[in-house]
C-alpha cells in the first residue's frame, strides 16, 4: 500500500501540501508531503507526532515516498505511542454524518452572515488530503465525512474556515484577518485537527 493521497491547492504562497501513506517495514506510515522552493528533502516529526516531509517542487511522488520508507525505522522509534494520540469518535452513516457537519455549519453560519454570506448548499465527500473546501463562485462548500471523527470544537473550526473563504477566496492576510477576528482561537484548533489525521486515511 503506497502513496495514496491527493494533492490539496497552494495555501497562502508556492507550498503545496497533501497526506500520503506508504507500506514500510515497521507497518503502514501516513505523512505531510509539503511541496516548496527548497534544495533538499527535510523530515521532521512535530510535538505531537505528524510526520512532515518537505521536498523540492519538482520532487517525484515515488522519491518521497521511498524517502519515507528508508527512514521509517527512525520515525518509529521516535513516534509517540497510541496511549498518546486522541481516539476518533464512533463512525456514523451518512445521515448522521451530514446531520453533525450541517450543524457545524449552522453554529459558525451567524459569525459570517453580517458580512453578506449567503448560507451555502453542503455536500459531504471523503476527501484523502484535506478537510474541506469552498466552491465561493457556485455557491456551495464541501466538508470531509472524516470530519464527523473529530471532536465539535474542530468541525466548526473547519466550517467556519471553509465559510470565510466566501469573503477570502486565498489564505492572504484578509483571511487570516477575518478569520482572527470571528473565532480568536481558531489557530489552537487547527494544531490539534493534525491530531486527527489518521481519520483522512481510514
Not at 85 to 93: F, G, M, T
Request: proline share 10%; with cysteine.
Amino acid at each position: 500500500m503506497r502513496g495514496q493521497g491527493r494533492q490539496s491547492p497552494p495555501a497562502g504562497g508556492p507550498a503545496m501540501e497533501q497526506y500520503r501513506m506508504v507500506g514500510t517495514p515497521e507497518g503502514p506510515l501516513t505523512y505531510r508531503l509539503v511541496k516548496k522552493r527548497i534544495k533538499n528533502l527535510n523530515l521532521r516529526l512535530d510535538r505531537r507526532g505528524e510526520i512532515i516531509l518537505s521536498v523540492p517542487l519538482r520532487c517525484p511522488l515515488e522519491r518521497a515516498d521511498s524517502f519515507v520508507i528508508e527512514k521509517s525505522g527512525w520515525i518509529v522509534r521516535h513516534l509517540p505511542t497510541p496511549e498518546q494520540l486522541p481516539d476518533l469518535l464512533p463512525e456514523v452513516d451518512r445521515a448522521a454524518c451530514a446531520r453533525l457537519l450541517g450543524e457545524a455549519v449552522a453554529r459558525v453560519y451567524p459569525l459570517v452572515a453580517p458580512a453578506g454570506v449567503p448560507m451555502p448548499q453542503l455536500k459531504l465527500r471523503k476527501m484523502k488530503s484535506q478537510w474541506g473546501n469552498c466552491h465561493y463562485r457556485q455557491g456551495y462548500i464541501t466538508l470531509n465525512t472524516a470530519l464527523a471523527r473529530c471532536p465539535e470544537p474542530l468541525r466548526d473550526y473547519v466550517a467556519l474556515h471553509e465559510l470565510v473563504h466566501f469573503l477570502h477566496p486565498d489564505h492572504g492576510p484578509g483571511f487570516y484577518a477575518a478569520m482572527d477576528a470571528r473565532m480568536p482561537g481558531w489557530r489552537k484548533r487547527r494544531q490539534e485537527l493534525k491530531k486527527y489525521a489518521q481519520a483522512l486515511i481510514l
